[in-house]
Structures are given as C-alpha cells and as structure tokens.
C-alpha cells in the first residue's frame, strides 16, 4: 500500500525557472513531512522539512507548501540550476519510521 | 559531511553465495534502517532497530536478515543470494532533533548488489 504518492516522475526545468514536485498522503498520523534529495551515487540527504501545524517553510531558493485538509505538500525549487539536478522523494513520518514517494528526477538545463 | 559507512560500494556475486552488507555508524544514534532501492528509484524500509538486539522487520518483505549487537554497527546478510535480489541497499542512521523533535535520517552512500 503506497502512503505517499509523488509525482511527476520526471521534471525537466530550464536553468532559472521554478520546479515544482507534489506529493500527497494517505495516514493522517503523519507528524513530520521531510524531502530528501540524492545525486547519482550518493544516498539520499535532507533537504528541508516541515510540520503539519505550518503552511509554509522557505530555507533559501527552498519552499515546502503544506495543506493539511487535503493532506498534500510540495516542493518549490526557484530560480532551480543545473546543480539542482537530482533525485528528490518527499516523506512522511510518524513513530520514527519514515515512508517514502516513488521520486522525481528533476533535470535543470543550462 | 555524513558518518555511516556502508561495505562493499559495488558487489557482484553468482547466485547461492552468503554475502554480508557491512553498515557502521559513528554518531552514536540508537535507530538504524536499511532501505531497499529499485532501479526505478523508490526506497522501501526493509529492516529497522531501536537499539541494542532490537530489529524489526519493514514495510517490504525482505529475505534478508539483519543484526543489532553492537550500536554502531547493523548488518544485513542474504544467506543464500538470487538475482531477484539485485538491488541498491542504503544504510540509514537517525536522531531526535531538537527542539523541533523531527526524526531526521542520515543515509550510507548505499551498497549496490548484483547476482548473476
């Protein structure tokens, strides 16, 4: 049973535009939405996070969006470059244990 | 810069061989997981422990075992290897941050397995 859908699956962006990945839940237990990005041969890092009592959180050219009455959140990448290049999966946790997306590879060209 | 280790990077082994994924930690977390990575790229918990001789199995069923004796160290092993075990394997270490008391993993670089 996939508790978080994510999409799009993939994301192709022109360097300084906005990229934009959703994400949508199913157990409303959650109490914590992080996303983490990953780089070809890396394991994956945090990247920024929120709580489901915050709309909003910017941590630089990084925005999570948070609806909780239906149970969505999303990434917003501004002004995204080429080293934005990723994987990303957003998450959600509850009792330690996090669940994961099916990922976004995000493309940004030069 | 991330303190898990993961061993080997790369591993390809014929099938029926006993193989150990190695995954050691120095930040002295008490909660380490092992995700399992398909190709396609998503991440499925297959194993997690709270600590010392604790272990549970995940979200995927995994044929794999893992062990807890030591807090840094969580070991996966396949006793007897098949191709459908072909797989990226990411180590993962957590802590309790504070003061937002967010769950927050810090992820191995993975252990790539294939089996011919």
């Known amino acids: 049973q996939q508790q978080v859908k994510q999409s799009p699956q993939s994301l192709i962006v022109q360097k300084g535009g906005i990229s934009i990945i959703n994400c949508a839940y199913e157990?409303?237990?959650?109490?914590?939405f992080p996303w983490y990005q990953q780089f070809p041969g890396k394991g994956p890092a945090l990247l920024i996070a929120i709580r489901p009592d915050v709309s909003e959180k910017k941590e630089g050219r990084f925005t999570i969006s948070f609806n909780k009455s239906a149970k969505q959140f999303s990434l917003h990448i501004m002004d995204s470059q080429p080293g934005d290049s990723a994987t990303y999966f957003c998450?959600?946790?509850?009792?330690?244990?996090?669940?994961f997306g099916e990922g976004t590879q995000l493309t940004v060209n030069p | 810069e991330a303190d898990i280790y993961q061993t080997p990077r790369y591993l390809v082994i014929g099938t029926g061989k006993k193989i150990t994924l190695e995954c050691s930690q120095t930040?002295?977390?008490?909660?380490m997981y092992w995700y399992q990575q398909d190709p396609g790229m998503e991440l499925h918990l297959i194993h997690y422990?709270?600590?010392?001789?604790?272990?549970e199995k995940g979200d995927l069923s995994s044929e794999s075992t893992v062990s807890r004796i030591r807090t840094e160290h969580f070991p996966l092993t396949l006793e007897s290897a098949r191709p459908s075990h072909t797989s990226q394997y990411l180590c993962a270490s957590s802590e309790v941050a504070t003061p937002s008391g967010a769950n927050v993993l810090t992820f191995g670089a993975g252990s790539r397995l294939t089996v011919l």
């Open positions: 157990n409303t237990a959650f109490d914590y």
């Open positions: 998450a959600a946790s509850w009792s330690s244990r996090l669940t």
């Open positions: 930040m002295g977390h008490d909660k």
């Open positions: 422990s709270y600590g010392v001789n604790s272990t």
